[in-house]
């Protein structure tokens, strides 16, 4: 038998870790798309390509046009033109996939040897961990993480003779994945790793320097402040407004002003007089509340001209409400993403170029 490879209808979608229920629940209510509660089992090496099945953590959808539709948020990353590709030997597999493009990324659910062996044969792709910080001579941190804009391409092993990948993808990092080398002694929350990874992506989309030396923050909700650390360690002035304190070694720092304070009450041009700018670079939030508040909240920092650059977490309040996430999707200059450190909640992103 030679190569063969063979277009397949519809498109594929691999899901966040532990996320394959959101994913079902996002296609069904936001684009009315039935997914079969199934999967394909380790012993059936068969490719359904009439079925919505879960191939491991890829879910195989038939006639789903996402040019058409549209990006689930649950979804890492997406085989936008999936094919099939049959062949008899590892040098063959690796070779088809090398003469279709240069970088292929895994996302194995069986077969890993087998799989481990078809990448060794591919170009180098560095799939291990970033850092965000680079530690200068002089001690002082800088930015250090920055996603290719090469084609990134993503490949599953069906059979040991059978491969579903797709060249064109919605990532252009491996398998859509950022993981970061984690701090475990000075930030003082996980939640850190969020505003690393959204600034990683604004930066990506809107190629926007991150903050830095001068540039002055207003972080909403801000306790105990894990985005105030990062901040902080990017060089940035940060006032940082919450009912509850920071921790300790961040209440002390001069680089942070604290104010207890409901920060959604605070209109922007009473952050600006405190912060003694008539405008501030950056606004965040990762306060807990309804969609419905956040919306408003960005919308009047918006209209008040008075910031470039915004990062909200929506957080979901039980049933998804697509309609609250579609208006944040048509603030001009926007993006809502589901983050690889997010778990129920999206991203909310905004630029200016004015």
């Known amino acids: 038998m030679a190569v063969k490879i063979t277009p397949v209808n519809g498109c594929a979608f691999l899901c966040f870790p532990g996320m394959a229920n959101l994913l079902v629940y996002e296609l069904s209510t936001r684009f009315n798309y039935t997914v079969e509660q199934t999967s394909s089992s380790f012993t059936d090496n068969t490719f359904y390509s009439n079925r919505a099945l879960f191939y491991g953590d890829v879910l195989f959808c038939p006639d789903f046009n996402i040019n058409e539709k549209g990006k689930p948020y649950w979804a890492k990353d997406v085989f936008i033109s999936p094919f099939l590709l049959e062949f008899n030997s590892i040098g063959e597999g690796a070779g088809a996939l090398k003469n279709i493009q240069r970088n292929w990324a895994p996302c194995h659910y069986q077969l890993f040897r087998r799989g481990a062996l078809i990448q060794e044969k591919l170009p180098y792709l560095n799939l291990g961990t970033k850092n965000f910080f680079k530690t200068l001579p002089s001690g002082k941190k800088e930015f250090n993480l920055k996603i290719p804009s090469s084609p990134m391409g993503i490949y599953t092993l069906i059979n040991p003779g059978l491969i579903l990948a797709s060249a064109e993808t919605s990532s252009a990092l491996p398998c859509g994945n950022i ?127 008075r910031t470039k650059n915004i990062i909200a977490t929506i957080k979901m309040q039980g049933e998804t409400d697509w309609n609250i996430i579609a208006e944040f999707e048509k603030i001009p200059g926007s993006r809502v993403v589901h983050l690889n450190y997010n778990k129920h909640e999206l991203t909310f992103m905004y630029h200016s170029n004015g």
């Not at 002694?185 to 850190?192: F, G, I, L, T, V």
């Not at 985005?227 to 919450?242: E, F, Q």
């Not at 965040?284 to 419905?292: G, K, T």
Request: overall charge negative; charged content about 25%; some cysteine.
């Open 179 to 305: 993981t970061f080398q984690e701090d475990h002694e000075n930030p003082p929350s996980r939640a850190y790793l969020k505003i690393q990874e959204s600034l990683t992506l604004f930066n990506h989309f809107f190629g926007e320097s991150v903050p830095s030396d001068g540039d002055k923050c207003f972080e909403a909700g801000a306790c105990p402040g894990g985005w105030t650390w990062v901040l902080k360690n990017l060089g940035a002035s940060i006032l940082a407004v919450d009912r509850a304190e920071l921790s300790p070694e961040l209440m002390r720092d001069s680089q942070i002003q604290f104010m207890a304070h409901d920060a959604f009450t605070l209109k922007p041009e009473e952050v600006c007089t405190f912060m003694k700018a008539e405008k501030i670079q950056w606004v965040f939030s990762d306060v807990i509340c309804y969609p419905e508040r956040l919306l408003q909240w960005v919308k009047l920092w918006i209209e008040s001209k």
